[in-house]
């Protein structure tokens, strides 16, 4: 993975993210959504590689085509009845396209979730909202944190418990449940009182005496700035072609959809440079690293 | 309760309904077609918001965070350790007994903080502010019929029993219904609730299991720790 959009402050990346997935969610154009869906495959591509958005695909596809059939099936909303089905309610060519095109929405909002969850790592969702809520994003970070050591503590106090045959995994199974919740309420007795140690020992080196401060590798800079201004420049400008009415997609009760033109194709251009940001960010830092390395 | 903290609460709760209103009516007139899950989502963030501000705003003690961490850490690695069990997660269960131990504030900080939390292992998805919700109600209204009693073994088996089946599950089949759908009738959402049905029956009975199983061990440790360090009071 090398992805120079990653790198941004999580502020920017965040307001990319909540930009693309809102938007996505909102407007079921289907230049819009296929826009969308190519943008956000494309990106998954880059973060985890193509060979794991093969894989994606092998679950993502079926669940396409399932969505479509179900929706059909079950929604008789639309005047072009394709055929009937034998409790006498019509299949419509209306409820298929729906379904086609909800499906393809949600497929995209799926994959840019995949995005979110590699770029927006817990260090970056706790850098941005640790200082909006102090405490809470403490107890977030502590609870983080605490879950592979408890994994690790478990681990060790079976590993001494099997030695003398009170391990998770011996007896038979009334003795093993019996043993591994002697395991976990060992832990828990652990967990509690060191934490509380810990606690003690925060407050007498004067927690919560000041403001507290931490430690983020993230600074806001010029960058950032311009990624938030074009985002929000883009999403300006897709909406108010949206809301102007150029850009508008009607599937009930008959299937509506226009976006021809100067001013729908803005608003399809600037929804497609946000939703390809991160893609022309790294072709930008590719393109200055080329320079650089040439004029050495 | 001191007036100014009577006050700001008032103040807080009209603020979230004022704005779900707006939400639901920017819903109903600026879109033309209805857009469920981007305002049930709004309006369910909004919701959450009045607890953590709360939370937030009492300052607490290093000592409750620190012990709230701990629950919360106790919940994601349980429902880490049952990844393998469809459902048969002991995360409610916890959070259950968080709550009667302390409080309903408790319950429901640990259990938004365990939705949160574990979705950072599992990934997070348009569902985790759902899951948030199920779990912190689910601590909520423990925290309001047990907390800081004398506990009874069998009122808390039914209220985990049917607080899983109901709050959580159909809180969860309607976010699954908003997201997957953009049609929303009676009729689908009975439908949804008939198919997940089978899923909240395991999730209701495993939580009834693992409540059975850790409550003595996990009530007289928190019970222990509250008097040996005086605290959540």
């Known amino acids: 993975m090398n992805d120079a959009f990653s790198q941004l402050h999580p502020a920017a990346s965040f307001a990319f993210f909540v930009a693309v997935i809102t938007l996505t969610m909102l407007y079921m154009h289907p230049v819009l959504l296929i826009i969308s869906l190519a943008a956000a495959a494309g990106y998954v591509c880059i973060l985890k590689g193509a060979r794991h958005f093969g894989k994606t695909l092998i679950y993502l596809v079926p669940f396409l085509i399932f ?59 706790l850098c941005l909202f640790g200082r909006l809520s102090p405490s809470v994003s403490l107890l977030l970070s502590m609870a983080l944190r605490f879950v592979p050591k408890f994994g690790r503590k478990i681990r060790s106090i079976d590993a001494a418990r099997a030695q003398i045959g009170q391990g998770s995994a011996q007896g038979g199974f009334i003795r093993r449940v019996k043993n591994s919740m002697k395991v976990l309420s060992v832990t828990l007795t652990w967990a509690l009182e060191s934490s509380l140690t810990a606690a003690n020992s925060m407050k007498s080196r004067g927690y919560g005496a000041a403001r507290r401060t931490s430690f983020s590798l993230y600074r806001f800079t010029v960058r950032d700035a311009v990624t938030m201004v074009l985002c929000a420049f883009a999403v300006g400008v897709t909406a108010a072609c949206v809301v ?38 790294d072709a930008k830092e590719a393109l200055v690293w080329r320079r650089l390395r040439s004029a050495i | 309760m001191p007036q100014t903290v009577k006050k700001s609460r008032v103040t807080v709760t009209l603020t979230v309904i004022v704005l779900s209103a707006a939400a639901i009516a920017v819903e109903t007139w600026l879109w033309s077609s209805r857009k469920y899950y981007l305002t049930s989502v709004i309006i369910i963030l909004l919701a959450m918001l009045p607890f953590f501000a709360r939370f937030e705003g009492r300052r607490p003690q290093v000592r409750e965070i620190v012990l709230l961490a701990v629950m919360t850490a106790f919940a994601v690695a349980g429902r880490v350790a049952f990844y393998w069990a469809p459902q048969f997660k002991p995360v409610c269960a916890i959070v259950i007994l968080t709550a009667a131990a302390f409080n309903a504030e408790a319950g429901f900080i640990t259990g938004a903080a365990a939705g949160l939390i574990s979705n950072m292992f599992f990934g997070q998805g348009p569902w985790t502010p759902w899951q948030m919700f199920g779990f912190g109600l689910v601590g909520f209204f423990a925290g309001v019929l047990f907390g800081g009693r004398e506990v009874k073994t069998v009122p808390m088996l039914v209220y985990g029993f049917f607080s899983v089946l109901i709050i959580y599950g159909v809180l969860l089949d309607t976010g699954s219904l908003f997201m997957y759908s953009q049609e929303v009738s009676l009729k689908a959402l009975l439908a949804m609730y008939a198919s997940g049905f089978t899923f909240n029956l395991i999730h209701a009975s495993g939580t009834v299991v693992f409540l059975l199983l850790l409550q003595k061990p996990v009530l007289s440790k928190l019970r222990r720790i509250k008097i040996k360090y005086g605290m959540l009071q």
């Open chain 1, 244 to 281: 102007s009415g150029g850009i508008y997609a009607r599937y009930y009760p008959s299937v509506i959809i226009s976006g021809f033109g100067g001013i729908p194709a803005l608003g399809m251009a600037a929804f497609a440079l946000l939703c390809f940001l991160p893609q022309l960010f």
């Open chain 1, 67 to 125: 969505m479509s059939v179900l929706n059909a099936l079950f929604n008789h909303a639309g005047v072009t009845p394709l055929f009937y089905l034998s409790n006498g309610n019509a299949v419509t060519k209306e409820a298929l396209t729906f379904g086609f095109y909800a499906s393809v929405m949600l497929s995209a909002v799926i994959l840019w979730f995949e995005c979110f969850n590699v770029v927006m790592t817990s260090d970056k969702l």
